[in-house]
């Protein structure tokens, strides 16, 4: 029997009903886990010495930080109440029918600026949860609609409900694959950006922005000795050749007609400084 959200006397017996009251109970206890953990932090707080800022005040304010994100992916947990609902119904062309905390939640993320004085491992454990709150709106999706096939087929329908969703998950992992670039960490930079091919797709404008990051990493593997990454076969000063031609081979392989200038530029600019390394 199909499930009507405009009757209300379907509310308790219904799955989507029973759905709502236990995503409800799972919102309360995870509320209530919050403010203990919060109480914690802060009487941890007051124990540190408030003359000088320490790593141990650091370490407290990541806590914080993390709970915060939890605290604010707690809120897409619960479906769309049945006022939404119907609205979808008058409005199908919206796509899929979420809480509108998801989106509120996706944009927070999105928007929040990285502070690069935090540690490597504290912005590891934030985009890792963030990861994990994604694939569970993903399941929230396919779950709405039946499956993954009919996902995929209302992602085709609704194409920019879906893009808003791959984007930030796409910026994502294009932060943390930066703040890896930036602490010589190449090789886990490079992992993290070859994970974008694992999305069903990706935005023009996130994929201009993986060409340049990933040549980024390559032009500081082949120019730059001393980097954390696979050692050289030769002994070009601890350099790698093999990014260089990597880059190269990257570069070329662009279509420039879908970047703008000031990308183009810049793609050009490394083009130079690999060619340099070559003496060419």
Same mark, same amino acid.
């Given at each position: 029997?199909?499930?009507?959200?405009?009757?209300?006397?379907?509310?308790? &017996?219904?799955?989507?009903?029973?759905? *709502?009251?236990?995503?409800?109970?799972?919102?309360?206890?995870?509320?209530?886990?919050?403010?203990?953990?919060?109480?914690?932090?802060?009487?941890?707080?007051?124990?540190?010495?408030?003359?000088?800022?320490?790593?141990?005040?650091?370490?407290?304010?990541?806590?914080?930080?993390?709970?915060?994100?939890?605290?604010?992916?707690?809120?897409?947990?619960?479906?769309?109440?049945?006022?939404?609902?119907?609205?979808?119904?008058?409005?199908?062309?919206?796509?899929?029918?979420?809480?509108?905390?998801?989106?509120?939640?996706?944009?927070?993320? /999105?928007?929040?600026?990285? &502070?690069?004085?935090?540690?490597?491992?504290?912005?590891?454990?934030?985009?890792?949860?963030?990861? *994990?709150? @994604?694939?569970?709106?993903? /399941?929230?999706?396919?779950?709405?609609?039946? =499956?993954?096939?009919?996902?995929?087929?209302?992602?085709? !329908?609704?194409?920019?409900?879906? &893009?808003?969703?791959?984007?930030?998950?796409?910026?994502?992992?294009?932060?943390?694959?930066?703040?890896?670039? /930036?602490?010589?960490?190449?090789?886990?930079?490079?992992?993290?950006?070859?994970?974008?091919?694992?999305?069903?797709?990706?935005?023009?404008?996130?994929?201009?922005?993986?060409? @340049?990051?990933?040549?980024?990493?390559?032009? /500081?593997? =082949?120019?730059?000795?001393?980097?954390?990454?696979?050692?050289?076969? !030769?002994?070009?000063?601890?350099?790698?050749?093999?990014?260089? @031609?990597?880059?190269?081979?990257?570069?070329?392989? !662009?279509?420039?007609?879908?970047?703008?200038?000031?990308?183009? =530029?810049?793609?050009?600019?490394?083009? =130079?400084?690999?060619?340099?390394?070559?003496?060419?």
């Amino acid at each position: 029997m199909h499930y009507n959200p405009l009757d209300p006397s379907n509310q308790p &017996t219904t799955p989507g009903g029973q759905h *709502q009251q236990q995503s409800s109970v799972v919102k309360d206890v995870v509320d209530k886990q919050l403010v203990e953990l919060n109480k914690l932090l802060i009487a941890e707080w007051r124990k540190l010495p408030a003359s000088n800022v320490s790593h141990s005040h650091l370490d407290l304010l990541h806590s914080a930080h993390l709970l915060h994100e939890v605290a604010e992916a707690s809120n897409t947990l619960l479906p769309p109440s049945p006022q939404q609902q119907a609205q979808h119904l008058l409005q199908p062309h919206q796509g899929i029918p979420l809480n509108p905390n998801v989106k509120h939640v996706m944009k927070s993320w /999105r928007t929040r600026p990285l &502070t690069f004085v935090d540690s490597l491992g504290a912005w590891h454990d934030v985009f890792t949860w963030r990861f *994990q709150s @994604y694939r569970n709106i993903v /399941r929230l999706i396919e779950g709405a609609v039946g =499956g993954v096939a009919e996902a995929h087929q209302q992602s085709q !329908t609704h194409p920019q409900q879906a &893009t808003f969703f791959l984007h930030s998950l796409a910026q994502s992992h294009l932060h943390l694959a930066g703040l890896l670039r /930036r602490s010589n960490q190449l090789d886990l930079a490079v992992d993290e950006l070859n994970k974008l091919h694992t999305l069903p797709s990706l935005h023009t404008m996130d994929a201009q922005t993986k060409i @340049y990051e990933h040549v980024k990493c390559l032009v /500081r593997m =082949g120019t730059s000795p001393g980097t954390v990454s696979s050692p050289s076969p !030769t002994g070009m000063g601890g350099c790698r050749p093999d990014a260089i @031609y990597e880059a190269l081979e990257m570069i070329e392989g !662009t279509q420039l007609q879908f970047l703008k200038k000031e990308q183009i =530029g810049r793609l050009m600019v490394s083009k =130079g400084i690999l060619l340099s390394k070559l003496d060419k």
